[in-house]
């Protein structure tokens, strides 16, 4: 049996968090002073088709068929960023090409779902990595009472305790009113506020107690974490929330998800999200499937900056796509396509200087060109992209490089290459 | 040095992850010990002995965390020697204790019984245990799995790992039994006489897609209920049918609806034609009897891992793996990470050493499922002959008769060939049940279910690890020496220490890293149950819209429990006890006492200290003498309420209806007079005796409807008061009502009343928090406090004498009984103990089990 790597058990988790003096229930302070980078990764769950995405490619003679839009159809561009007119794909880069660098021949290294998921959210391929978006949580959850929101799974090396987001969860976010938007309660204010003493003093015992099982510790620590997060934002949340609308766009599962996630936000509940969307694993019929699971994608990245327009934190918002790993360049027996290495990632911010960008080239069978890791052109004794290079510069850029846990989960990437101070593209 | 060599070196070499550090080893062999040693030497006379040790436990922020547990015999080997070394008193850190002490026999009891059957037992049963040996706790463990909630435990347990009530969402399945199964389709697709347009019943296919979900579940509980060899999940040579599917599969056996019978499936047909479906020439297919292999044959198993034209039941292969041997496979090896290799399309699965690693092992046993096509239909392709896929059949590889790929490893398991192609996955079964990992395997599948954890993860400390891993070989050895029968195993783990551990003990100086046992967060499913098994109240909620939000699982979208609190889960809980508590104790209260659950102590009306009401009805009209008493402890700005009133009209003659109060005296705790006198002169005399006598005459002091004596006596001593009063009636059966109470309650009086009170607040404890509390301990008088408080609150906000107020709901159904009756709360005790229950169940000990 392997060594499993060592982690200090009892300096990671605990979930510790700075404690106010006197702690007390924060029903009525003043919302979080946190005006930092806010962080959300859009999963495209199951290994998705960037050839009929962000790294088009038209069908090459005397080779299998690469993509059957292709044989009637053109490679487009919004920008500096081509893309496959698939589905819905030009409504999103045309809206958007201005906030995206595109990161092409990225190297999964697997082409397992399990260490693609990973690899590519975590930048590392150790087991029991956290996604990058728990990291940024973790690095800045000062008392918050929903620093990581997750639709699906994601890994958090018990860094957070995530909140899983459900459809239902509009319910919760006022647990006394009795219906959402309505006056009646469940009880007085003044026997709530009972409770809720009773509650801070429970957490206070606790933590103040006698030395305990590591594990009835941790779970101490969750409790007191819980009691004492910060809820101010929870006052404002429900009108916020109905307070939006969706445009043009559709609602799902995923748009309800993401909704939540962004008046969270703004609210001051939380910094971080992670937002599974399933369906590319498409094995089979990969062009029906395929294009819906995109169409899903695009929707929901479409309706993440109209909400986040709304509510006024767009310029604050830095979102991450990408998938467990690639799909083949050629179609199965089943009309689907298999899992490839190579994929891609796009990155996402408004009025940033690093955007309308591509950076990594494949060749038109999609397998990675190598790349100059200073000039960030093609250069055959450059180095193959991998995820680790795209979480380098992740970190580095929402500042939680130098975090204690970033320090522990460290990147693979043995050579610095930097995206984000950088306009160059990859020719 | 063992301990270099074993716990130091990975990290601590010259190309090591510690390269950076200031010690610096060789790994090797025994020839370095002495190149070691001074290397340890040198850093520790330079440096610090003790930075050394609290590095290695983890401490001064060590990269390589906990390497040694302060217990382990290597740490206090090695605090002995850089003590000698050093010179230095380090026997602190040889002789660190962390030893653990046991919850009580009662405690693992009841949690036992929540976990296992969904009941809270009762306080009679819990305190027949209280010194109970462990032949009695292991005997009445396992008297918990014969309960028949045990069986939800297992299905619950189990459907955690398989996820095969994903069918009831995807749906996946629906196809395959339409154009596969008669019986279904014919039941579920019928022509409306009316429009003559074909129909769908898809309340018939849900109940369907519900009993194939159930399948597996229910094999797996039939074998271990029944005592069978754990084995045989994987082996049984029979699937489980309820009332529709024993129809579909053409039985012959009618069990009643939910009930689950085991059964072979006949009612398959393959197609003998040239078309896939049967649907499409029902005349032109057979009846097929499916070769069973226990839930690796099952439809909900097999569709949750669908197989493709190029997976070829691999996913099939790779999570039998998982579930039956604890085997992962995608872990089990070095992943390749070149660039070639994943990109080989000459079947690299076969032919590159990258790939094969894994695949000569995952391979094989996918052909041992070649029977099963896509969502798990038998040989669900033309002519019935096989599963293959459509661009197989018509490639040069594929020859008559073959039902697995030429161009992949041969059916069977490991270095084993399946002989019987037809029942390749029963004997791929068989094979797997007799390998040594199946022990373990079994172990690793059951553990979350009690502990809320994976045995062994990658945040294990090394010495957390090896802890874990000495435990679950122990585990498997007893499992494989029973047997393989689940039940003595889980009450092995019951009785564990990982189980009981319940703290450090008072001797320890640290806590003992290694054990992570105990209490933990409870499930959405077991939260629901207790409440329920406590207060006869449930909540869907918790099964239905917040399940996900408090760390339930869907099976689709979710799939893995959330076992740490979150802030949202904690509102999840608050929405659980504020929804409910107005329910529980107008539920109560509206039953006779000895049919109530959790108020068997108090009435409506009892409150802490002594307070009453009482009708005085007098059968003759001469002047009687009442006499009332009442315990009252003396507080800054304490009185007694006392109120004579009449709200009946007993007489149709008003005048009739007059009550004439003559003297009145009241008397202290010491016997002295407090006052003594005529009731008239006594209210115009002291302004603490107030009240509206008829005629606003006090003298003399009558009343009759809605007139009133009342008297707020100032206390100046604790003990018990006496209110006397001589009064004659105008007729018989007219009556006086008393009530008498202090104006401030008191949490810690002395008298009866007051101690019942406050027994009832501890039995309410010790319900929902399991902690058996004296009726004068600080928490009990807390809570006694908190419902003096909640009391007071209700009275302040003037809201009337009812549990209800406008916009504070109560969910409450009455069943016709009248608001006034149901509802009523004259002392506001009521809303002070919905209130109550609610904090109850909004506490860190009800929520952790």
Same mark, same amino acid.
């Given at each position: 049996m392997k060594r499993r790597s060592l982690l200090s058990y009892l300096g990671l988790t605990g979930l510790g968090i700075a404690l106010p003096?006197?702690?007390?229930?924060?029903?009525?302070?003043?919302?979080?002073?946190y005006k930092g980078l806010l962080y959300i990764n859009l999963q495209a769950s199951g290994g998705w088709d960037v050839t009929s995405f962000c790294d088009p490619k038209m069908n090459q003679p005397?080779?299998?068929?690469?993509?059957?839009?292709a044989t009637t159809a053109e490679i487009q561009k919004a920008g500096n960023i081509a893309y496959a007119p698939v589905g819905n794909n030009a409504r999103f880069f045309k809206q958007h090409f201005d906030k995206m660098l595109v990161i092409n021949?990225?190297?999964?290294?697997?082409?397992?779902h399990v260490a693609g998921r990973l690899y590519n959210h975590?930048?590392?391929?150790?087991?029991g990595a956290p996604h990058l978006s728990a990291l940024h949580a973790y690095a800045n959850?000062?008392?918050?009472?929903?620093?990581l929101m997750v639709f699906g799974d994601s890994a958090t090396a018990n860094l957070v305790a995530p909140t899983k987001l459900s459809r239902?969860?509009?319910?919760?976010?006022?647990?006394?009113?009795?219906?959402?938007?309505? *006056?009646?309660?469940?009880?007085?204010n003044d026997d709530l506020a009972a409770i809720n003493a009773l509650q801070a003093e429970r957490a206070n015992s606790l933590k103040d107690g006698k030395l305990q099982l590591a594990k009835q510790q941790q779970q101490i620590n969750e409790y007191y974490d819980s009691v004492f997060?910060?809820?101010?934002?929870?006052?404002n949340f429900s009108g916020l929330y109905l307070s939006l609308n969706e445009g043009e766009y559709s609602k799902d599962i995923y748009t309800d998800a993401i909704k939540f996630a962004l008046t969270a936000f703004t609210t001051g509940l939380g910094v971080s999200a992670d937002i599974s969307i399933s369906g590319?694993?498409?094995?089979?019929e990969h062009d029906v499937r395929g294009t819906k699971a995109l169409d899903d994608l695009t929707n929901a990245a479409c309706i993440l900056w109209h909400y986040a327009e709304q509510l006024g934190i767009s310029d604050r918002l830095v979102v991450s796509i990408a998938s467990d790993f690639g799909r083949t360049p050629y179609y199965n027996d089943g009309r689907g396509k298999d899992h490839w290495t190579y994929g891609s990632t796009i990155l996402m911010q408004k009025n *940033?200087?690093?955007?309308?960008r591509v950076i990594g080239k494949t060749t038109e069978l999609h397998k990675a060109l190598k790349i100059n890791?200073?000039?960030l052109q093609v250069d055959p004794n450059g180095i193959e992209l991998e995820p680790s290079h795209v979480h380098q510069n992740l970190r580095s850029y929402l500042g939680v490089a130098a975090n204690p846990a970033a320090m522990r989960f460290?990147?693979?990437?043995n050579t610095s290459i930097d995206f984000l101070n950088s306009t160059a593209q990859t020719a | 040095m063992d301990v270099v060599q074993k716990y130091c070196v990975a990290c601590h070499k =010259?190309? @090591?992850?510690?390269?950076?550090?200031d010690i610096i080893f060789t790994r090797g062999d025994a020839s370095l010990e002495a190149a070691n040693l001074a290397v340890l030497n040198t850093f520790v006379l330079n440096e610090s002995a003790v930075r050394v040790l609290n590095k290695v436990k983890g401490?001064?922020?060590?990269?390589?965390?906990?390497?040694?547990?302060?217990?382990n015999e290597a740490y206090i080997w090695l605090a002995n020697y850089l003590g000698d070394l050093s010179g230095q008193n380090l026997t602190a850190y040889a002789q660190v204790k962390t030893t653990l002490t046991l919850e009580s026999p009662e405690a693992t009891y009841r949690r036992a019984s929540l976990l296992l059957t969904g009941k809270i037992p009762s306080t009679q049963k819990l305190s027949q245990l209280r010194q109970a040996s462990d032949d009695t706790l292991r005997k009445s463990l396992g008297d918990l799995?014969?309960?028949?909630g045990f069986k939800e435990f297992i299905k619950r347990g189990a459907n955690d790992q398989l996820?095969?009530?994903s069918v009831l969402v995807t749906k996946n399945y629906l196809d395959d039994l339409i154009f596969y199964y008669p019986i279904f389709n014919q039941k579920f697709q019928s022509i409306?006489?009316?429009?003559q347009l074909e129909k769908s019943d898809y309340v018939y296919s849900d109940a369907v897609l519900n009993e194939v979900a159930e399948a597996p579940l229910e094999l797996i509980a039939h074998v271990v209920q029944n005592n069978? #060899?754990?084995?045989? /999940?994987?082996?049984?040579?029979y699937t489980m049918v309820s009332e529709k599917t024993a129809e579909i599969y053409k039985t012959g056996l009618t069990p009643a609806p939910g009930a689950f019978v085991p059964a072979i499936n006949r009612g398959q047909h393959i197609s003998? @034609?040239? %078309? =896939?479906? #049967? &649907?499409?020439?029902?005349?032109a297919s057979q009846e097929v009897e499916i070769p069973h292999a226990g839930v690796l044959s099952e439809p909900a198993f097999l569709q949750q891992y669908p197989t493709t034209a190029t997976n070829r039941n691999r996913a099939r292969s790779r999570w039998t793996y998982q579930h039956?041997?604890? /085997?992962d496979i995608e872990n089990s090896a070095a992943r390749t990470i070149d660039s070639a290799a994943l990109t080989d399309n000459d079947n690299p699965t076969m032919n590159n050493p990258a790939c094969t690693a894994c695949h000569i092992r995952l391979d094989p046993l996918a052909g041992?499922?070649?029977? !099963?096509?896509?969502?798990?239909? !038998?040989?669900?392709?033309p002519r019935g002959?096989?599963?293959?896929?459509d661009g197989y059949r018509r490639s040069k590889l594929f020859k008559a008769?073959?039902?697995?790929?030429?161009?992949m490893r041969l059916p069977g398991f490991e270095q084993v060939l399946t002989a019987d192609p037809l029942n390749s996955l029963h004997q791929a079964a068989e094979l797997i049940a007799k390998d040594p990992r199946f022990a373990t395997g079994t172990v690793k599948f059951w553990w979350p279910a009690l502990?809320?954890?994976?045995?062994?993860?990658?945040?294990?400390?090394s010495a957390q690890y090896d802890a874990k891993l000495t435990a679950l070989n122990h585990f498997a050895d007893y499992f494989a020496a029973n047997n393989f029968a689940l039940k003595p195993l889980l009450v092995e783990m019951l009785m564990s220490d990982w189980f009981r551990?319940?703290?450090?003990?008072?001797?320890?100086?640290?806590?003992? $890293?290694?054990y992570t046992g105990g209490k933990r967060l409870l499930t959405p499913e077991e939260l629901y149950n207790k409440t329920l098994d406590l207060?006869? /109240? $449930?909540?869907a909620n918790l099964l239905k819209g917040f399940k996900l939000s408090f760390g339930?699982?869907?099976?689709?979208?979710?799939? &893995?429990?959330?076992?740490d609190l979150s802030h949202i889960m904690l509102r999840v809980v608050e929405r659980h006890a504020l929804s409910k508590s107005c329910t529980i104790v107008a539920t109560e209260f509206n039953k006779p006492k000895e049919e109530r659950?959790?108020?068997?102590?108090?009435? %409506?009306?009892?409150?802490?200290?002594s307070a009453y009401q009482t009708i005085e009805v007098f059968e003759q009209t001469s002047a009687r003498d009442l006499t009332w008493s009442i315990p009252v402890v003396a507080v800054p700005g304490q009185k007694i309420n006392f109120v004579a009133t009449q709200?009946?009209? /007993?007489?149709?003659d008003a005048v009739l209806d007059t009550v004439t109060l003559n003297q009145l005296q009241i008397i202290k705790p010491d016997g002295s007079v407090l006052v003594s006198g005529a009731t008239g002169e006594l209210y115009n005399q002291y302004?603490?005796?107030?009240g509206n006598p008829l005629g606003n %005459? $006090?003298? #003399?002091?009558n009343i009759r409807r809605y007139n009133a004596l009342r008297i707020d006596i100032p206390v100046d001593q604790s003990g018990t008061w006496q209110i006397k009063l001589n009064a004659k009636a105008q007729t018989i059966k007219n009556q006086l009502e008393i009530s008498l109470a202090p104006s401030i309650l008191i949490?810690?009086?002395?008298d009866a009343v007051s101690q019942n009170f406050r027994a009832q607040v501890a039995a309410l404890i010790e319900r929902f928090h399991g902690k058996t509390l004296s009726p004068e301990s600080e928490e009990v008088i807390r809570y006694t406090n908190l419902f003096l408080q909640l009391r007071q609150n209700k009275v302040d906000r003037?809201?009337?004498?009812?549990l209800t107020e406008t916009n504070v709901a109560c969910d409450y159904?009455?069943?016709?009984?009248?608001w006034s009756q149901w509802a009523a709360d004259p002392a506001a005790s009521l809303s002070a103990w919905r209130t109550l229950v609610a904090a109850l169940m909004a506490d860190y000990n009800y929520i952790y089990e």
């Amino acid at each position: 049996m392997k060594r499993r790597s060592l982690l200090s058990y009892l300096g990671l988790t605990g979930l510790g968090i700075a404690l106010p003096s006197v702690p007390c229930r924060v029903w009525a302070a003043q919302s979080t002073a946190y005006k930092g980078l806010l962080y959300i990764n859009l999963q495209a769950s199951g290994g998705w088709d960037v050839t009929s995405f962000c790294d088009p490619k038209m069908n090459q003679p005397n080779e299998k068929i690469i993509n059957n839009w292709a044989t009637t159809a053109e490679i487009q561009k919004a920008g500096n960023i081509a893309y496959a007119p698939v589905g819905n794909n030009a409504r999103f880069f045309k809206q958007h090409f201005d906030k995206m660098l595109v990161i092409n021949g990225i190297n999964s290294r697997t082409n397992a779902h399990v260490a693609g998921r990973l690899y590519n959210h975590t930048g590392s391929q150790k087991n029991g990595a956290p996604h990058l978006s728990a990291l940024h949580a973790y690095a800045n959850n000062k008392g918050l009472a929903m620093p990581l929101m997750v639709f699906g799974d994601s890994a958090t090396a018990n860094l957070v305790a995530p909140t899983k987001l459900s459809r239902d969860i509009f319910q919760i976010v006022e647990p006394n009113v009795r219906t959402p938007g309505q *006056a009646t309660q469940w009880l007085a204010n003044d026997d709530l506020a009972a409770i809720n003493a009773l509650q801070a003093e429970r957490a206070n015992s606790l933590k103040d107690g006698k030395l305990q099982l590591a594990k009835q510790q941790q779970q101490i620590n969750e409790y007191y974490d819980s009691v004492f997060a910060d809820t101010d934002g929870f006052k404002n949340f429900s009108g916020l929330y109905l307070s939006l609308n969706e445009g043009e766009y559709s609602k799902d599962i995923y748009t309800d998800a993401i909704k939540f996630a962004l008046t969270a936000f703004t609210t001051g509940l939380g910094v971080s999200a992670d937002i599974s969307i399933s369906g590319f694993d498409t094995h089979d019929e990969h062009d029906v499937r395929g294009t819906k699971a995109l169409d899903d994608l695009t929707n929901a990245a479409c309706i993440l900056w109209h909400y986040a327009e709304q509510l006024g934190i767009s310029d604050r918002l830095v979102v991450s796509i990408a998938s467990d790993f690639g799909r083949t360049p050629y179609y199965n027996d089943g009309r689907g396509k298999d899992h490839w290495t190579y994929g891609s990632t796009i990155l996402m911010q408004k009025n *940033a200087a690093w955007t309308n960008r591509v950076i990594g080239k494949t060749t038109e069978l999609h397998k990675a060109l190598k790349i100059n890791p200073q000039t960030l052109q093609v250069d055959p004794n450059g180095i193959e992209l991998e995820p680790s290079h795209v979480h380098q510069n992740l970190r580095s850029y929402l500042g939680v490089a130098a975090n204690p846990a970033a320090m522990r989960f460290k990147l693979d990437a043995n050579t610095s290459i930097d995206f984000l101070n950088s306009t160059a593209q990859t020719a | 040095m063992d301990v270099v060599q074993k716990y130091c070196v990975a990290c601590h070499k =010259a190309n @090591g992850t510690a390269k950076n550090s200031d010690i610096i080893f060789t790994r090797g062999d025994a020839s370095l010990e002495a190149a070691n040693l001074a290397v340890l030497n040198t850093f520790v006379l330079n440096e610090s002995a003790v930075r050394v040790l609290n590095k290695v436990k983890g401490l001064d922020s060590h990269g390589g965390g906990e390497v040694l547990a302060p217990s382990n015999e290597a740490y206090i080997w090695l605090a002995n020697y850089l003590g000698d070394l050093s010179g230095q008193n380090l026997t602190a850190y040889a002789q660190v204790k962390t030893t653990l002490t046991l919850e009580s026999p009662e405690a693992t009891y009841r949690r036992a019984s929540l976990l296992l059957t969904g009941k809270i037992p009762s306080t009679q049963k819990l305190s027949q245990l209280r010194q109970a040996s462990d032949d009695t706790l292991r005997k009445s463990l396992g008297d918990l799995l014969e309960e028949p909630g045990f069986k939800e435990f297992i299905k619950r347990g189990a459907n955690d790992q398989l996820l095969v009530r994903s069918v009831l969402v995807t749906k996946n399945y629906l196809d395959d039994l339409i154009f596969y199964y008669p019986i279904f389709n014919q039941k579920f697709q019928s022509i409306d006489p009316v429009t003559q347009l074909e129909k769908s019943d898809y309340v018939y296919s849900d109940a369907v897609l519900n009993e194939v979900a159930e399948a597996p579940l229910e094999l797996i509980a039939h074998v271990v209920q029944n005592n069978l #060899p754990y084995t045989e /999940v994987i082996t049984a040579p029979y699937t489980m049918v309820s009332e529709k599917t024993a129809e579909i599969y053409k039985t012959g056996l009618t069990p009643a609806p939910g009930a689950f019978v085991p059964a072979i499936n006949r009612g398959q047909h393959i197609s003998t @034609g040239p %078309r =896939a479906q #049967p &649907k499409y020439d029902w005349t032109a297919s057979q009846e097929v009897e499916i070769p069973h292999a226990g839930v690796l044959s099952e439809p909900a198993f097999l569709q949750q891992y669908p197989t493709t034209a190029t997976n070829r039941n691999r996913a099939r292969s790779r999570w039998t793996y998982q579930h039956f041997l604890g /085997v992962d496979i995608e872990n089990s090896a070095a992943r390749t990470i070149d660039s070639a290799a994943l990109t080989d399309n000459d079947n690299p699965t076969m032919n590159n050493p990258a790939c094969t690693a894994c695949h000569i092992r995952l391979d094989p046993l996918a052909g041992a499922f070649q029977h !099963f096509g896509e969502r798990g239909t !038998f040989h669900d392709q033309p002519r019935g002959l096989n599963a293959l896929d459509d661009g197989y059949r018509r490639s040069k590889l594929f020859k008559a008769g073959d039902t697995w790929y030429r161009d992949m490893r041969l059916p069977g398991f490991e270095q084993v060939l399946t002989a019987d192609p037809l029942n390749s996955l029963h004997q791929a079964a068989e094979l797997i049940a007799k390998d040594p990992r199946f022990a373990t395997g079994t172990v690793k599948f059951w553990w979350p279910a009690l502990f809320g954890e994976s045995i062994l993860d990658d945040n294990l400390s090394s010495a957390q690890y090896d802890a874990k891993l000495t435990a679950l070989n122990h585990f498997a050895d007893y499992f494989a020496a029973n047997n393989f029968a689940l039940k003595p195993l889980l009450v092995e783990m019951l009785m564990s220490d990982w189980f009981r551990g319940k703290a450090p003990s008072a001797e320890a100086t640290e806590s003992p $890293a290694t054990y992570t046992g105990g209490k933990r967060l409870l499930t959405p499913e077991e939260l629901y149950n207790k409440t329920l098994d406590l207060t006869g /109240v $449930a909540d869907a909620n918790l099964l239905k819209g917040f399940k996900l939000s408090f760390g339930g699982i869907d099976s689709v979208s979710a799939t &893995k429990r959330q076992r740490d609190l979150s802030h949202i889960m904690l509102r999840v809980v608050e929405r659980h006890a504020l929804s409910k508590s107005c329910t529980i104790v107008a539920t109560e209260f509206n039953k006779p006492k000895e049919e109530r659950k959790l108020f068997t102590l108090v009435e %409506r009306q009892t409150l802490p200290t002594s307070a009453y009401q009482t009708i005085e009805v007098f059968e003759q009209t001469s002047a009687r003498d009442l006499t009332w008493s009442i315990p009252v402890v003396a507080v800054p700005g304490q009185k007694i309420n006392f109120v004579a009133t009449q709200t009946k009209l /007993v007489q149709t003659d008003a005048v009739l209806d007059t009550v004439t109060l003559n003297q009145l005296q009241i008397i202290k705790p010491d016997g002295s007079v407090l006052v003594s006198g005529a009731t008239g002169e006594l209210y115009n005399q002291y302004d603490w005796i107030n009240g509206n006598p008829l005629g606003n %005459r $006090a003298v #003399p002091f009558n009343i009759r409807r809605y007139n009133a004596l009342r008297i707020d006596i100032p206390v100046d001593q604790s003990g018990t008061w006496q209110i006397k009063l001589n009064a004659k009636a105008q007729t018989i059966k007219n009556q006086l009502e008393i009530s008498l109470a202090p104006s401030i309650l008191i949490a810690d009086a002395s008298d009866a009343v007051s101690q019942n009170f406050r027994a009832q607040v501890a039995a309410l404890i010790e319900r929902f928090h399991g902690k058996t509390l004296s009726p004068e301990s600080e928490e009990v008088i807390r809570y006694t406090n908190l419902f003096l408080q909640l009391r007071q609150n209700k009275v302040d906000r003037k809201t009337g004498n009812s549990l209800t107020e406008t916009n504070v709901a109560c969910d409450y159904n009455s069943n016709g009984v009248p608001w006034s009756q149901w509802a009523a709360d004259p002392a506001a005790s009521l809303s002070a103990w919905r209130t109550l229950v609610a904090a109850l169940m909004a506490d860190y000990n009800y929520i952790y089990e």
